[in-house]
Structure formats: C-alpha cells, structure tokens
C-alpha cells in the first residue's frame, strides 16, 4: 500500500474545501503520505481527525492526527466510521500542517482492500437530477469554487482607528467563534461548503437553516423594528419582506463578530477582517429560474468600524436532496 500511496502523490492534485481556511494551517507545497495503524477516528464536527500510528522502515514510530472535512461531509462522501474502525491498515495522502510537525489535512484514504477514496466524493461524479424551483423555498447547496477563503481583504484598507484597534486585538488562531462551536457572521454561514441549507415558512415567519453549526434564523416577516429591549447577538434580528419574488432580509442587532477569519496583511501577523455592533445587513434572495438555482446577494454596512460601505457579497446554489443533520459542533483543540 504504501509504496502505491507514494506514486499517487505525483498525479493526485490537491482540492480541499475545509471549513476553516486551509492556507493559514497546511502547506500544499509540502505533501504527506502517511500508511499505518488507524489509533481512533474522531467523528467530529466541523473537522474530523483520523490519528494514525506510523511505522517507518528503520522501526521509527510516529503518531500522526490529521484533520479533514467534518464527520457529516465525509460520511456523505462515502468515507463512513466502519472503514476507519481502530487497528485497520490505511493509507493516507494530503498537506502537512504549518506548525505541527505530526499533523496534516488528508484528502485521500487508501484502504487495505485497494478502495481509493476522495474526501470530496467521487471524482466526476453527476450530481442527482436537479428538482425544478420556482421559489426560494426548499433545501439548497452551495456551489462551490472561486472563493478565496484567506489573503489579502479590500475593506481592510477602509477600517477607522476603532475598528483598527479591534483587529489588532484579535488572534485568528484562537479567538474565531468556530472554534467554541458558537455560529457565525452570516455571510460566513451563506458561505459554508459541503453542508446545505433550507429555506421553509413557518406560520407567518421564513427561517433558515443552516446545517453548518446548526444555525438557525428567523426572518420576522411582520415587523417594522426589533421588538423593544432584544439582545444583540452574533446573527443578529432579522426582518424581512417580499418584493415581487425577492425575499428582502434587513438584519440589525448584531455583536461583534468575524466577517473572514483569516486576513494577509502584507509584513504583518496573520489578521481577520471583523464587523462592529452596528452592522446592518441587507440580503436579497431570489431563484434564477432559467438556471435553476437560488441567488444570495449581501450588502454590508459597518459605519462605525469602516469608512466605507462593503462591496456587495453574491453566493449561487443548487437545489439538494439532502435533509438538515445535526451537526453537533465539537469544540477544538486548540495548540
């Protein structure tokens, strides 16, 4: 098996969507291939580990624990618990972590029967057969590709000394809410791979539904403002309306929170780009019916952190067969 991974690697090319930016945490240009006894599967939300005891030809032992996508996208992918039972033989291709010399992301699983599997599913595989929609309403996926996920960020430029200050504070590495399973911006849940999202009336209210760290929305479809004393918190109040076919969502209320949580900044630590108390966002839904597929559109508004207005945040899916799992948000080791 091993001497197979190795030739793999040459011709295998690297795709990762991760839930967390994958940049930041591994290097693509320093590939592993790892064969050993799998210790444990952990079956874990957002990130999965499968901790491997290696063995190299001089009788070296290494423990290696590498992360992937969540336990939900793998085990939709075809990468269940019952391959990655403790004391199987496994082949593992994938990056090596930045910082952890014994840690990398996997995205290939060889097993001891010659199955080659892919943690983004089959490659080329069809997707099922689309159901038409009319409205915006149903279970969606995103489509992914072409969304740099770290790097540079326009807005970072047009932050005030306030909301330079916030940023400066903010450690990427440790302070990002997914790593206390708490939800995120929503524009960062708009934004989740491999997990979709429903779009359902309830009574005279619309709530969406994020399986990415069970995210949950109620879009207020009967008011004109916040009820008065309403907390803030970190997907804020929404309150919407119908124009024609468009659902309308104008968000307020919001705490601080993290718009990307990785941001290159030229000569300087790695920073994130943050959103203040006074965001006001305004969403726009809508179904391309010629194209099947429903359209997002965000305009931000953060007059007290940034100089400027955000430029519009645009997001298309597909319709989905798939039903809203828990996703059951493990917290994460931290290191």
């Known amino acids: 098996m091993k001497k197979f991974i190795i030739a793999a690697l040459g011709v295998l090319p690297i795709q990762v969507f991760a839930h967390h930016s994958f940049a930041p945490h591994f290097d693509a240009d320093k590939p592993v291939s790892i064969t050993g006894t799998i210790i444990e599967y952990e079956k874990r ?12 030809a001089d009788g070296r032992v290494t423990e290696w624990r590498c992360e992937s996508h ?5 085990s939709r992918n075809g990468i269940t618990p019952e391959m990655l039972a403790p004391g199987a033989m496994v082949g593992i291709t994938g990056s090596q972590h930045r910082r952890d010399p014994n840690m990398c992301f996997f ?23 689309e159901e038409q929609r009319d409205s915006i309403f149903g279970t969606w996926m ?20 306030n909301g330079r200050a916030a940023v400066l504070k903010y450690n990427p590495f440790t302070d990002d809410p997914t790593y206390r399973c708490e939800p995120v911006a929503i524009r960062r849940t708009w934004g989740a791979p491999g997990t979709p999202l429903s779009i359902t009336r309830e009574g005279s209210d619309v709530v969406i539904r994020h399986e990415w760290m069970d995210a949950v929305r109620v879009v207020h479809m009967n008011e ?4 008065a004393g309403t907390e803030p918190s970190i997907l804020g109040y929404s309150i919407g309306h119908f124009e024609g076919d468009v659902l309308v969502i104008e968000t307020t209320l919001y705490t601080e929170g993290v718009l990307n949580q990785f941001v290159v900044v030229e000569g300087e630590p790695m920073r994130g780009l943050l959103h203040s108390d006074k965001l006001r966002t305004v969403e726009r839904l809508s179904v391309d ?24 945040y645009t997001r298309e899916y597909r319709p989905s067969d798939l039903s809203i799992e828990p996703f059951g948000c493990i917290p994460e080791q931290l290191k």
Do not use: C
């Open 45 to 56: 939300n957002p990130h999965a580990y499968l901790n491997i005891r290696a063995e190299d």
């Open 142 to 161: 995103l489509i992914p590709g072409g969304f740099a996920t770290s790097g540079p960020q326009f807005m970072m430029d047009y932050l005030n000394e």
């Open 107 to 129: 995205d290939k699983v060889f097993l001891a029967d010659g199955r080659e599997l892919d943690v983004n599913g089959p490659r080329g595989q069809q997707q099922n057969s």
């Open 70 to 74: 969540g336990f939900t996208q793998l």
């Open 224 to 227: 004109d403002a916040p009820p």
């Open 289 to 312: 019916r010629e194209r099947n597929r429903l359209v997002m559109s965000m305009d931000h508004f953060d007059p007290a952190w940034y100089t400027r207005d955000f430029p519009n």
